[in-house]
């Protein structure tokens, strides 16, 4: 299976079709396999690029806790959009996997053509409800060291049937990954200055005034509510996830995306 090696950490990916490159990020404890429904139809017009975060899946989950930060995650995404040769890329992906998408387009606006934000939030303003986000990812991440992978049997069903080789990478990336540390990325949101698609399920409740928030903060973005889908919802509902998502990718202007020399 394809990796890309990061200072010793290998990171997994694939890469499926060909067109204009979209890269999607999965959500916190799941892995490139939630995506397994959406690459047929995705890959007929695009180089699709999934892949596992560290800490997670197929790729590798280092020791050092400084190995899991939000920048290294930033720079994982442009590792791999270099090594398949896109200067320029759709970016987008699902909870941690759109925030990152958001932190990726702040740190290199240049190389990104598109936004595909799923069942995301962009942070916190004020400090005590960043606090009272950090404390329940430490807490996540003293349950999976203290009962390891078991804490997913109950977890929603992006994550339930997952498959990690074990739950440190789970609890590292918790308290290093999950964590925020600045509003930097919330306060990005009128700044973005590339077509824009929120997506979220209807059910998806906790997500919900997040997703409202980015729709109305982002410059001509746009928001679709899939009905009878919760946080996983391109699993709860693929074919309507499918029918949300591709109209916006045929839409974009081609040619937009150019291969790194």
């Not at 959500?27 to 017009?45: D, V």
């Not at 759109?98 to 053509?113: D, K, N, Q």
Request: glycine share 8%.
């Amino acid at each position: 299976m394809p990796t890309i090696d990061r200072d010793g950490t290998k990171i997994h990916y694939e890469v499926h079709g060909s067109g204009p490159p979209l890269i999607l990020t999965h959500g916190y404890s799941s892995t490139s396999a939630m995506w397994q429904g959406q690459i047929e139809a995705l890959a007929k017009r695009h180089k699709l690029i999934v892949w596992d975060m560290r800490g997670h899946g197929q790729s590798d989950y280092p020791d050092d806790p400084a190995a899991y930060s939000e920048a290294l995650t930033v720079g994982d995404i442009a590792a791999l959009l270099d090594e398949v040769g896109a200067a320029k890329a759709i970016v987008g992906g699902l909870s941690l996997g759109g925030y990152m998408s958001l932190a990726f387009y702040r740190a290199h606006p240049e190389r990104v053509s598109a936004l595909l934000i799923i069942d995301t939030g962009p942070g916190f303003k004020k400090d005590d409800a960043r606090e009272a986000w950090n404390k329940r990812a430490h807490d996540t991440a003293d349950r999976f060291e203290h009962h390891g992978l078991d804490v997913l049997k109950s977890a929603s069903r992006e994550r339930s049937s997952v498959s990690h080789r074990d739950a440190s990478g789970l609890a590292r990336a918790a308290r290093g990954m999950l964590t925020q540390r600045d509003a930097r990325v919330i306060e990005l949101l009128p700044e973005i200055k590339v077509p824009s698609l929120v997506v979220v399920g209807a059910d998806d409740t906790p997500f919900l005034a997040a997703s409202d928030y980015m729709a109305a903060k982002i410059p001509g973005a746009k928001k679709v509510v899939i009905a009878a889908a919760g946080h996983a919802v391109n699993i709860d509902q693929p074919q309507a996830f499918i029918d949300a998502v591709v109209p916006f990718l045929d839409a974009l202007p081609r040619g937009a995306e150019q291969v790194a020399s």
